[in-house]
């Protein structure tokens, strides 16, 4: 993980010793506009600046980012023109943290620079940088390009204690979705369920927080038949990790649960090999959930957070989970097999009917738990089924901070689409319409009638195989760590 030193800086940021300096642009009717908050650069170009960005074809959109040598107007000898789009009164945070994380994936490699975007929202301006800049380099053995080395955040007063705190929690949700990034990221050979755990617990432990893990011997013990069979076919047996911040006054007492497949394979249900490297992101929700958990440590919230996160790698062998088999979950219920590849929701339906023990005031799960979440709502969506009060207020913090969830039904009458010959529920439909639904149908099987509860399906956005956009790189995106940590920070605002 690498992100950049962030401070703030009330000097002049014409005359201020850095390698490049940022302003931010707007799409206006006839070309690109200078977003307020530049007055002094603009002046500094004699006032020829939008001129000048338009004689280079700037227009303003977002993910726009264009270079200008300064030759002299100001002391930076780079001046980097990033677009917000179109912007209807005040710029949104997301237009804001997008453009400062497009500015910072063109600066890789540059020392130190400024920008003004922080004069318009320090807390989008410092995510956007250090998410943009963010790089996985940790298997690399030959040096490329670093990243930036230091953002300069332009406000009106540097020693201002709200600015301060703006931008210790805006770095805090930063390093939270990076960890996020780098456990995502982190290749299936090394991050595997007990190495996994591992770093589950140590990341807790450095932030105070009490930590269980049930390995297989324990999970048998305890019944959990659901995270046993989809781990049977792996030489690396299952966990079951649990994170527990209990703070000394609190709001509310919240559950999080996340799914922490380190590999899918399909197990004997086995997927196709085209792209199948790029299941080693099936853990993204176990890794928002943790990293959540100890952010809200970290940020000190009056809410008591439980994570119960189940993690196994499903394989094909001699000793896997066949179609057919019939599991007996924790809790007692049993579920029929009929593809090996839709693990995900036997090992949430186990950690799902644990976490409910806790008598919990929400539970919150979250997975890349479907391909169909891709093919209703595309890669950058996240889809939201749950009680309807609790899944609508969800979405509507997710699209807050630019995680843009997607409320979705889960329609009564699919539940007898589940129906199996000899079991209590089958774990997967005999047709494939709607398959995000049915997922989240199954799981509601599992979740205590009296609990507001949410579940996220990120299949698409916990992972960005195209470019990069905005502060969005290759490889894990991190999402949902600012949903969940902005629904956490909600809950302790309002219970
Ligand atoms: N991990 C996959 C879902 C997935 C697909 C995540 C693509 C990210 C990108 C999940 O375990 C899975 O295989 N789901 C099956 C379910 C089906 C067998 C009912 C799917 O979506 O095809
Ligand atoms: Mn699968
Ligand atoms: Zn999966």
Redesign the pocket.
Known sequence: MTTPTLRLADDSVTTATVDALVVGTMSGKGGPRLLPGSAEVDAAFDGALTDLLAMLGAKGKADEVIKVPTRGAISAPLLIATGLGEVDGQPTSEQVRRAAGAASRALAGTARAVTTLSRIDLAAAAEGTALGSYAFTAYRSRNGDGPLGQMDLSVPSASSAGARADLARAVAIAEAVTAARDLVNTPPNDLYPASFADRAVTMAQAAGLRTEVLDEKALRRHGYGGILGVGGGSSRPPRLVRLHYAPATSKAKVALVGKG?TF?T?GI?I?PAAKME??T??MAGAAAVVVTTVLAARLELPVEVIATVPMAE?MPSATAYRPGDVLTMYGGTTVEVL?T????RLILADALVRAAQDAPDYLIDTA?????Q?VALGNRTQGIMGTPEFRDRITAISQQVGENGWAMPLPEHLRSDLDSKLADIAN?ASH?WG?ML??GVFLSEFVADDIPWAHLDI??P??NSGSPWGYTGKGGTGVPVRTLAAVLADIADRG
């Open positions: 497949v899918d399909g249900s997927k790029e299941m992101m099936d499903n593809n590849d839709a693990e995900g890349t738990l479907t391909g169909a891709i997967v494939r398959g049915t997922a299949a698409g916990a992972y």
